[in-house]
Nanobody
Framework: QVQLVESGGGSVLPGGSLRLSCAAS????????IAWFRQAPGKEREGVAR????????DYAESVKGRFTISQANAKNTVYLEMNSLKPEDSAMYYC????????????????WGQGTQVTVSS
């Protein structure tokens, strides 16, 4: 049974940093794409960053390039999202998602989802 558990959300001032974690279990880790999506109230869910665990290939949304970094800790089956220079428009519920194979950063390709962790950027 696939399980994804997010942690690390919280409130931060503009310009601050947060690191989100996604602990994944029950999945073929080396043949899986794990991604972060976010959804703000009244807005559609958007892809933020994706990593293919079989080869470390990464993909980012244009809005977060240069500020966010996705990485993996293989031994822990954990994927991280390091978020720097946070802006108020980054405020959203952040979800971890997983799917088999090397996937694009679109929600329809991912079939397992975590419960989400809230990120709030405000002064």
């Amino acid at each position: 049974q696939v399980q994804l558990v997010e942690s690390g959300g919280g409130s931060v001032l503009p310009g601050g940093s947060l690191r989100l974690s996604c602990a994944a279990s029950g999945y073929p880790y080396g043949r899986t794409s794990i991604a972060w999506f976010r959804q703000a109230p009244g807005k559609e869910r958007e892809g933020v960053a994706r990593i293919y665990t079989g080869g470390d290939n990464r993909d980012y949304a244009e809005s977060v390039k240069g500020r966010f970094t996705i990485s993996q800790a293989n031994a822990k089956n954990t994927v991280y999202l390091e978020m720097n220079s946070l802006k108020p428009e980054d405020s959203a519920m952040y979800y971890c998602a997983a799917g088999t194979g090397r996937l694009g950063l679109q929600a329809r390709w991912f079939d397992s989802w975590g419960q989400g962790t809230q990120v709030t950027v405000s002064s």
